[in-house]
Nanobody
Framework: QVQVAESGGGSVQAGGSLRLSCLVSAYAHGFFCMGWFRQVPEKEREGVAAIDMDGHTSYANFVKGRFTISRDYAKNNAYLQMNSLKPEDTAMYFC????????????????????WGQGTQVTVSS
């Protein structure tokens, strides 16, 4: 079983920054694309950013230029650096490890695909 665990959420004022981390089982990290997703109550989960095993990335339009996804194989972590945060970025953020051939496809997966963490809350106040 692949273990995925997010951390780094919190509360920040608009315009601030946060960095989310996603720890993945060491033996599995090199075999999966990694994706970040977010969800607010009563709305569908949406893809935010994804990265494949070679470092190619894909972003949702609403975070382009503000968020950066990266991964560190030595630390078995994927990261989401979030800058210029807006109140509408407030959500529960989830990380997933997904087998993929196309990194942009990762943004469309549902939670019945791949391995998911429990989420970390991000709250942005105005």
């Amino acid at each position: 079983q692949v273990q995925v665990a997010e951390s780094g959420g919190g509360s920040v004022q608009a315009g601030g920054s946060l960095r989310l981390s996603c720890l993945v089982s060491a033996y599995a990290h090199g075999f999966f694309c990694m994706g970040w997703f977010r969800q607010v109550p009563e709305k569908e989960r949406e893809g935010v950013a994804a990265i494949d095993m070679d470092g190619h990335t894909s972003y949702a339009n609403f975070v382009k230029g503000r968020f950066t996804i990266s991964r560190d194989y030595a630390k078995n972590n994927a990261y989401l650096q979030m800058n210029s945060l807006k109140p509408e970025d407030t959500a529960m953020y989830f990380c997933a490890a997904v087998v993929c051939a196309d990194v942009s496809w990762v943004l469309t997966v549902r939670d019945d695909t791949g391995y998911w963490g429990q989420g970390t809350q991000v709250t942005v106040s105005s």
